[in-house]
C-alpha cells in the first residue's frame, strides 16, 4: 500500500499518522495510516482506516499522549469527530461537536481559531484533558499583535510556561502559566521581512529558536525574550518547508 499526496501528519512515539487520499484520482482526504517508525530504516505500515466516500478532509491532533482526534466533513457539510486509542486505534468516542481546527497547545490544553467575517482575529482555548467532554476556557486577542492575514500558524509551548505563536511577520511569546488568563510578553518581528514568508516554520531547543525562510535558516539565543539576537545564520536553497519537530 502506498500513503498517496499526505495532507497532515502526526509523530506519537514509535509511529507516525497520515492523512491521505485514496489515490491519484481522489481529491479528498479520506484514509487514515499507521506507519511504525521503529526501525527508522524499515518503516512498516501496520493500520489503515479509509473513510466513507461521502467523508471528505479528516483533520487529525493528538491529545492526552493516547489519544488521536479526527474531525471531519461529509457532503452535506455535516461535522463530526471521532476519537481513537493510541497505538490500537480503536474507535472510542464519537460526536456532531464542531472543532474545524482544534490542535494541541499541550497535553490537556487545545486551541481553535476564531474569526470574524473571513479573517482569523483570536483563538479559542480549550480544556481537553477529557476529550470526551471539551470544554471552552477562554478568547485571546492575538489581531492587535499579528494583523489581518498574518494571524499566528504555528505554537510551540516551551518551558514551564511559555508559548511562542509565530505569524508571517512576527513572533509573539505569551506566559501561560495562568491558562485562563494569558499574559503577553514581547514581540519579535522578522529581520526586513525576509522571514515574512507563508508558514514559515519555527523550531525552540533550549533557549535556542530557529526560523525558516526561502534563504537563511537563523538561530537566535532567547534566554532573555527582551534581548533576542541572532547567534548564526545558514543559507539555504530548498523548494519545501522544513519540519521542525520540537
Known sequence: SDVISPSTFRVHENYVYVMSRL??????????????????????ITEEIDFNQS???????????????????DSDDIHSTHIYSLPD???IHTSDADYNNLSALNDTIGYDYNYYGNSIH???????SNINNITFIEEIEMYQYHGSGNMPHQFIHFGNSMLAA????????????????????????????SNGT???????????????????????????LNNIFLIDQEQCVQ????????
Open 23 to 44: 489515490n491519484n484520482l481522489d481529491v479528498s482526504v479520506k484514509r487514515l495510516t499507521q506507519i511504525d517508525i521503529s526501525d527508522i530504516n524499515e518503516p512498516v
Open 55 to 73: 467523508e471528505t478532509s479528516p483533520f487529525i491532533e493528538i491529545f492526552n499522549t493516547n489519544q488521536l482526534f479526527i474531525y471531519k466533513t
Open 89 to 91: 486505534l480503536q474507535l
Open 122 to 128: 483570536n483563538l479559542d482555548i480549550y480544556d481537553v
Open 166 to 193: 509565530a505569524g508571517n511577520t512576527c513572533i509573539t511569546f505569551w506566559d501561560i502559566s495562568n491558562m485562563s488568563n494569558w499574559q503577553f510578553i514581547v514581540q519579535f518581528d522578522y529581520e526586513d521581512g
Open 198 to 224: 507563508m508558514d514559515s516554520p519555527i523550531g525552540i531547543y533550549n533557549n535556542r529558536l530557529v526560523t525558516y525562510d526561502d534563504l537563511y535558516l537563523k538561530l537566535y539565543n532567547i534566554e532573555d
Open 239 to 246: 523548494t519545501l518547508y522544513p519540519t521542525f519537530f520540537n
